[in-house]
Antibody, heavy 120, light 112 residues
Framework: QLQLQESGPGLVKPSETLSLTCTVS??????????WGWIRQPPGKGLEWIGS???????YYNPSLKSRVTISVDTSKNQFSLKLSSVTAADTAVYYC????????????WGQGTLVTVSS | QSVLTQPPSVSGAPGQRVTISCTGS?????????VHWYQQLPGTAPKLLIY???NRPSGVPDRFSGSKSGTSASLAITGLQAEDEADYYC????????????FGGGTKLTVL
């Protein structure tokens, strides 16, 4: 059974780059069965899809964030990562990694989430 | 502003039935893309509740049901229980520039 776990700094300074990693267990990140994604939730607000990556390296980004987002895969560590550049306070959120099975449009399972605060 | 529109809150007494609506447009729900629902208990990650408009993953009680018609979808909860108090989100796919995978703004369910 797939399990995901986010990790990374909980505090990032404005204008810097937010970097998070999602470690996958119970399945291979190189499998053609999955798309690996990031979703965020600002405090007290709703969910926003950030982007997804396929094992081949193909990426799909939210147009509103595309200029600042990079998602990559590290097959040797069975991990995928998120980088969000030039962050502001508006990027403060709980960041979740989640799985989307190939051919389907829902996300399941999700990681437990990690809070990232942007503040000086 | 979310691409899919949900009421901010709904409430009901234990044992009652409540519904949560999710309204989209011709580029997402109206284009035929499926709607999925998530339940988010306080302080936890969202959990898949309904997929493909009306299907329940293993372990989800049959008190939860989903439907879709036109540009809208609905989540119904019957026999309301205190443990159902949570935030509920709908999600679909959007073929415009809205961002591919889109969510509703969420609905807070209060069990009175």
């Amino acid at each position: 059974q797939l399990q995901l776990q986010e990790s990374g700094p909980g505090l990032v300074k404005p204008s810097e780059t937010l970097s998070l990693t999602c470690t996958v267990s119970g399945g291979s990140i190189s499998s053609s069965s999955y798309y690996w994604g990031w979703i965020r939730q600002p405090p007290g607000k709703g969910l926003e899809w950030i982007g997804s990556i396929y094992y081949s390296g193909s990426t799909y980004y939210n147009p509103s964030l595309k200029s600042r987002v990079t998602i990559s895969v590290d097959t040797s560590k069975n991990q995928f990562s998120l980088k969000l550049s030039s962050v502001t306070a508006a990027d403060t959120a709980v960041y979740y990694c989640a799985v989307r099975f190939t051919g389907y449009n829902w996300f399941d399972p999700w990681g437990q989430g990690t809070l990232v605060t942007v503040s000086s | 502003q979310s691409v899919l529109t949900q009421p901010p809150s709904v409430s009901g007494a234990p044992g009652q039935r409540v519904t949560i609506s999710c309204t989209g447009s011709s580029s997402n729900i109206g284009a035929g893309y499926d709607v999925h629902w998530y339940q988010q208990l306080p302080g936890t990650a969202p959990k898949l509740l309904i997929y493909g408009n009306s299907n329940r993953p293993s372990g989800v009680p049959d008190r939860f049901s989903g439907s879709k018609s036109g540009t809208s979808a609905s989540l119904a909860i019957t026999g309301l229980q205190a443990e159902d108090e949570a935030d509920y989100y709908c999600q679909s796919y959007d073929s415009s520039l809205s961002g591919f995978w889109v969510f509703g703004g969420g609905t807070k369910l209060t069990v009175l």
